[in-house]
């Protein structure tokens, strides 16, 4: 049986792979400070149990793309001959999955105490002697899990795109719900302090929403990618450049009759299929091997793409 050959990122991106490793453990260590420090203040805020739930489920990402990255570039062999590529789209799948549960878990929960009109209060606490709000301490809690996502979120990513790492894009964009969980949290804080009871639960409904959206559209994604759709790009789910290349080089071989082709997405890398319909035999054969090399040399993420002549083409592609 023939395998892919064993695939390692290119020599000019090894560098960004380990700078991303290295982000993704200082974000599960901060992650994990935050989780402590917010349990520790969150009292009977719905906004806080929210935010602090977020926080738990952000480090999902982290913690997924971490295994992934020690199984998905080990070699193929007769009962992976192509390689361990798709961990990436199952540790990508999970994430996502994690976190529209939680979305959901939460926007109910939030309901229910609207519902039901449970009203929280924030106590105080003796600090260095004085009697301080909680609601103080809480939102500098929420601070410290706000400010420090934002630049983790700002350096992870164009460092995704660089990758084509869904799971570490996913974890940037998870860093942002960070931000914006936090921000809503305060203000729902800020609301009970003023009185208003209610401001504590709509604050967590509203993150709790964004959680779904976010969750959502990443599920429907990493399904995608498992059920072989066509590659999309990682920012706006458009269909990737790629293919346009890929059908210009085979529309600019005046040996070729006509053609179709098919690419699919395992991981970061792609593999695919073109299948032409050669004016004459002559040369086929070293024609057909040099437009596979030209094809593969496109794209590093091009790990493998195979041409067969044929007679008739296959429907679609």
């Given at each position: 049986?023939?395998?892919?050959?064993?695939?390692?990122?290119?020599?000019?991106?090894?560098?960004?792979?380990?700078?991303?490793?290295?982000?993704?453990?200082?974000?599960?260590?901060?992650?994990?400070?935050?989780?402590?420090?917010?349990?520790?203040?969150?009292?009977?805020?719905?906004?806080?149990?929210?935010?602090?739930?977020?926080?738990?489920?952000?480090?999902?990402?982290?913690?997924?793309?971490?295994?992934?990255?020690?199984?998905?570039?080990?070699?193929?062999?007769?009962?992976?001959?192509?390689?361990?590529?798709?961990?990436?789209?199952?540790?990508?799948?999970?994430?996502?999955?994690?976190?529209?549960?939680?979305?959901?878990?939460?926007?109910?929960?939030?309901?229910?105490?609207?519902?039901?009109?449970?009203?929280?209060?924030?106590?105080?606490?003796?600090?260095?002697?004085?009697?301080?709000?909680?609601?103080?301490?809480?939102?500098?809690?929420?601070?410290?899990?706000?400010l420090p996502a934002v630049f983790l979120?700002?350096?992870?990513?164009?460092?995704?795109?660089?990758?084509?790492?869904?799971?570490?894009?996913?974890?940037?964009?998870?860093?942002?719900?960070?931000?914006?969980?936090?921000?809503?949290?305060?203000?729902?804080?800020?609301?009970?302090?003023?009185?208003?009871?209610?401001?504590?639960?709509?604050?967590?409904?509203?993150?709790?929403?964004?959680?779904?959206?976010?969750?959502?559209?990443?599920?429907?994604?990493?399904?995608?990618?498992?059920?072989?759709?066509?590659?999309?790009?990682?920012?706006?789910?458009?269909?990737?450049?790629?293919?346009?290349?890929?059908?210009?080089?085979?529309?600019?071989?005046?040996?070729?009759?006509?053609?179709?082709?098919?690419?699919?997405?395992?991981?970061?890398?792609?593999?695919?299929?073109?299948?032409?319909?050669?004016?004459?035999?002559?040369?086929?054969?070293?024609?057909?091997?040099?437009?596979?090399?030209?094809?593969?040399?496109?794209?590093?993420?091009?790990?493998?793409?195979?041409?067969?002549?044929?007679?008739?083409?296959?429907?679609?592609?």
């Amino acid at each position: 049986m023939k395998t892919v050959q064993n695939f390692e990122y290119p020599p000019e991106l090894v560098r960004d792979f380990n700078k991303a490793k290295k982000i993704e453990w200082i974000t599960i260590v901060y992650l994990v400070i935050t989780v402590g420090i917010m349990y520790a203040t969150m009292g009977n805020s719905q906004a806080m149990k929210t935010a602090w739930f977020e926080d738990i489920m952000s480090l999902t990402p982290s913690i997924s793309f971490l295994i992934a990255s020690r199984i998905f570039t080990k070699p193929t062999n007769k009962e992976f001959p192509y390689g361990y590529h798709r961990v990436v789209s199952i540790a990508y799948l999970c994430s996502s999955l994690a976190l529209f549960t939680v979305g959901g878990f939460l926007v109910i929960d939030s309901a229910m105490t609207l519902i039901k009109a449970e009203r929280p209060t924030i106590g105080i606490v003796m600090l260095f002697g004085k009697t301080v709000w909680l609601g103080y301490i809480m939102i500098l809690a929420l601070l410290w899990g706000t400010l420090p996502a934002v630049f983790l979120g700002r350096i992870k990513l164009p460092i995704s795109k660089k990758l084509h790492e869904k799971n570490l894009y996913t974890d940037a964009e998870m860093q942002k719900a960070d931000w914006m969980t936090g921000v809503a949290a305060i203000l729902g804080i800020l609301g009970i302090g003023m009185g208003w009871w209610w401001a504590d639960a709509v604050a967590a409904s509203i993150i709790s929403l964004d959680i779904i959206y976010d969750g959502f559209t990443n599920v429907k994604q990493a399904v995608f990618d498992l059920m072989n759709q066509i590659p999309k790009t990682i920012s706006k789910r458009k269909t990737d450049p790629l293919l346009e290349k890929i059908k210009e080089i085979l529309s600019n071989q005046n040996w070729i009759q006509d053609f179709r082709f098919r690419l699919r997405e395992e991981g970061h890398v792609c593999f695919g299929e073109g299948f032409i319909i050669p004016k004459e035999d002559k040369n086929l054969v070293d024609q057909i091997n040099s437009l596979e090399e030209e094809i593969q040399k496109l794209d590093w993420r091009i790990q493998e793409f195979l041409i067969t002549p044929v007679k008739q083409l296959p429907k679609g592609g």
